[in-house]
């Protein structure tokens, strides 16, 4: 039985709309990120969370560390993990003069997190991943604050999860400008 017919008769079987063979022609093709793409975007990142800002900004500035570490866990979870992850929550903690291990930890429940719904994560384009992001933001911003609690710093308030909300709303162009130089170029000498 050709394919076209076996898609006709399953469209034909339920009436949801079912995607077409067109359109998985259409979709963007990626080539693979190397690693000195992923090590430059973590060093930009590092850098736009080291930037100083007043105060009143710095409520409302996303984790940049966060957001690219994620990044890279959802698109390609063989190169980026837990060690990674903790490696830039370390650097994080000594830069920020906090709790040694704060923000490894959050970073590697963060990453955890986002290896558990990858899956579904690759699934959705970049509006429908927000707000998943944001839950994971948001779990790694508490446990962030149960560590400062536990080692004697008071509530924050609930300003801190200003930078949840901003950060899940930061995902939708961090993670379309990432892509950009990984998009395949047309071949000219294609048919």
Known sequence: ???LRRLKLNQNRNNDKQPSPDDYLRQDVYDTA???YI??????????NFLPLPDNALLFRPDFVALITLYWCVQYPHKIGMSVAFM???MMDVANINILGQHALAYCIAVYLTLILGRRLRLFNAWQQAPQIGFILFAMQTVMIIVAILGGMKFPGWEFYFTTVTGSLAWIPVSLLLSMPLKQKPDSHAL
């Not at 090590?39 to 590092?46: D, G, H």
């Open 1 to 3: 039985m050709p394919l």
């Open 39 to 48: 090590a430059l975007t973590l060093v930009v990142a590092l850098i736009l």
């Open 88 to 90: 830039m929550g370390l």
């Open 34 to 36: 190397g690693n000195g």
